[in-house]
């Protein structure tokens, strides 16, 4: 399991993602959409079949009197991400993760071999002095 901060991390690494924004406000407004320059709202489809922020606010004893994504709505940059079924063939189980991993770990060790291997070489470059450094200007 990862921690909030680490799942984060790991969807920020991600090429099409600009910037994961942790600790938004319940209700998303225009202030939270022109600071971040917000592209895209995306909020998982609960249960009940209306779409929610987070999933903890299924979890709260008092829910939200509006809509707390109306006006991303408004401006067309909210979307519904629909989960698949457990049991389904698109839903991703931990057997399936672990499988995966599995199937990736020789890519993975290699990959992470080769930039171990390119990471010593530079440091080794610079002790060296032969390698020139980045300078601000």
């Known amino acids: 399991m990862l921690t909030c901060q680490e799942r ?7 090429r099409l993602v600009d910037d994961v924004v942790i600790g938004v406000p319940r209700e998303v407004g225009e202030d939270l959409l022109a600071t971040f320059g917000v592209r895209v709202v995306l909020a998982e489809e609960s249960e009940f079949g209306t779409a929610s922020s987070d999933s903890f ?5 008092k829910p939200l009197k509006s809509d707390a ?3 991303p709505k408004q401006h067309g940059l909210f979307r519904e991400l629909r989960t698949p079924e457990v049991g389904s063939a698109d839903a991703l189980t931990t057997t399936e993760i672990i499988k995966r991993v599995r199937e990736n770990a020789a890519a993975y060790e290699t990959r992470n071999a080769r930039k171990n291997k390119a990471e010593a070489k530079y440091y080794e470059q610079k002790r ?6 980045a300078r601000e200007t």
């Open 69 to 71: 994504n109306l006006v």
């Open 128 to 133: 060296n002095g032969t390698i020139e450094l």
């Open 57 to 61: 606010e299924s979890q709260t004893e």
């Open 8 to 14: 984060a991390l790991g969807v920020a690494a991600c």
